[in-house]
């Protein structure tokens, strides 16, 4: 009990326990695996250097995932896109200090504009001629305040551990209007996303009809994704009270739809819950001593909330997990889930979407017009 406490209280050091990752070739397996065996993968890997950019990779999950997989796949090119010079450099200087033989590059990128969006990503395809894994993470909730009467009901009755679980009706939220003339936050997580997939694609998947080689989108989306949050008819959420849901399920919607458009070309979408992470996001909800003086609430809701993964190692089990997981043999219409068991151990849960393949395309169709009528107004102000 007190090593858990211990390990809660130091949720956002990196933690040093082995993660329970399931997939064939896991953590565990590969400390398991005798000498031989090890030499073996790790002469694999080196083989197929493979490259992973990360969204929103300077901090939280995406800084994590950097570095776990940067232990995973010691040969693999990382590129940061940050928004944020200065964040990116520091983020990639602590990374090549705990892997001094990483290849890490920072590459500004911005979600929240179509311009930089359009300049970071040609200068990743100048880089990379094939992207393995496009980790779409980066992401905004504009949080104004806690509903704290929603919350003390919320607590005496059966809705207490979805609550804990979902956050539903508990955070009062505010959007903003970006420089593109979107919603913040509908442009942040999704839009911005959908542009770079699009940018991006002729770096994704197989190289040419001779040459198979698979790529994997990976979103971070949320359990606060949730389908009465999101209107076709108002998909950036102008009307509604909550910004942040209708993006995460925008997300989820937009990942089966991309596996319908580009499974014949080996490109594999999938959508991740993380849990609920200690980080900047969660951080910047209520003051870090709230959260501290929490710990004790915290460790014990993890025993009946599953999603309460906490640390950043912990939320980013399913997001590892899947680099390690055969795309093909997996269901596009599943979510995958970082848990924590009774032990504060890491597993990965999945969780069925059910998402309306004709909504699906309908969306997709939506953001393709959006992206067009910003590639247009774009390239008229180059030839001005
Ligand atoms: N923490 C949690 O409990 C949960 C988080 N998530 C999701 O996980 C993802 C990562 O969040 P988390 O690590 O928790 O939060 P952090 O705030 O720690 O990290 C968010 C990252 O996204 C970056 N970012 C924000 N806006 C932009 C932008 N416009 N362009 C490029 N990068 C941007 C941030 O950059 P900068 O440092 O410059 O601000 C930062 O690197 C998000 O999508 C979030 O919704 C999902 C479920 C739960
Ligand atoms: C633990 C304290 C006594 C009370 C904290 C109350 C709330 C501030 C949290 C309870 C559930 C949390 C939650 C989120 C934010 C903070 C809470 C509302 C998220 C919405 C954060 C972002 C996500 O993506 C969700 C998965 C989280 C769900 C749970």
Redesign the pocket.
């Known amino acids: 009990m007190f090593l858990d406490i211990f390990s809660l209280i130091c949720s956002n050091l990196p933690s040093t326990h082995s993660s329970l990752l399931t997939g064939e070739k896991s953590d565990r397996d590969l400390k398991s695996s005798s000498v031989n065996e090890m030499e073996s993968i790790q002469s694999s890997i080196l083989q197929k250097s493979k490259v992973a950019v990360i969204?929103?990779?300077?901090?939280?999950?995406?800084?994590?995932l950097a570095d776990r997989l940067l232990s995973f796949y010691p040969d693999i090119q990382i590129c940061l896109?940050?928004?944020?010079k200065e964040?990116?450099l520091t983020?990639a200087a602590a990374l090549t200090e705990k892997h001094p033989k990483a290849n890490v590059h920072v590459e500004i990128?911005?979600?929240?504009?179509v311009a930089?969006v359009l300049s970071g990503t040609e200068a990743i395809r100048k880089r990379y001629d094939h992207i393995d894994y496009l980790y779409l993470?980066?992401?905004?909730?504009k949080v104004t305040g806690v509903d704290w009467n929603y919350f003390w009901k919320g607590l005496l009755s059966s809705r207490v551990f979805y609550m804990f679980a979902t956050g539903e009706g508990l955070l009062c939220q505010e959007d903003g209007v970006t420089e593109d003339g979107l919603q913040c936050v509908f442009?942040?997580?999704v839009f911005?996303h959908y542009v770079m997939v699009k940018e991006l694609e002729d770096r994704l998947g197989n190289v040419s009809s001779t040459e198979q080689k698979p790529s994997q989108i990976i979103w971070?989306?949320?359990?606060?994704s949730q389908a009465k949050n999101f209107k076709i008819e108002d998909f950036q959420h102008k009307n509604g009270k909550d910004p942040?849901s209708s993006?995460?399920f925008a997300i989820d919607i937009l990942s089966v739809a991309l596996n319908e458009k580009m499974n014949k070309q080996n490109v594999f979408s999938h959508s991740v819950?993380?849990?609920?992470?200690?980080?900047?996001?969660?951080y910047?909800i209520l003051p870090q001593w709230f959260w501290t003086l929490m710990i004790p609430l915290l460790w014990l809701l993890h025993f009946f909330v599953p999603s309460m993964?906490n640390n950043?190692e912990n939320?980013t089990e399913a997001l590892i997990w899947l680099s390690a997981q055969d795309p093909m043999t997996l269901d596009p219409q599943t979510k995958y889930m970082s848990h924590v068991n009774v032990f504060n151990k890491s597993y990965v849960a999945k969780s069925k979407m059910n998402i309306n393949p004709e909504l699906a395309e309908k969306f997709i169709q939506e953001l393709d017009q959006l992206n067009n009528s910003f590639q247009l107004k774009l390239k008229s102000k180059v030839k001005n």
Not at 273 to 282: D, E, F, I, K
């Open positions: 969204t929103g990779a300077n901090a939280g999950l995406g800084f994590t896109a940050c928004r944020n964040r990116g983020a990128l911005d979600t929240s504009s930089s993470n980066a992401g905004i909730m442009q942040t997580n911005g971070t989306s949320s359990s606060a942040y993006s995460k819950c993380p849990g609920l992470v200690m980080t900047n996001m969660t910047g993964t950043t939320g």
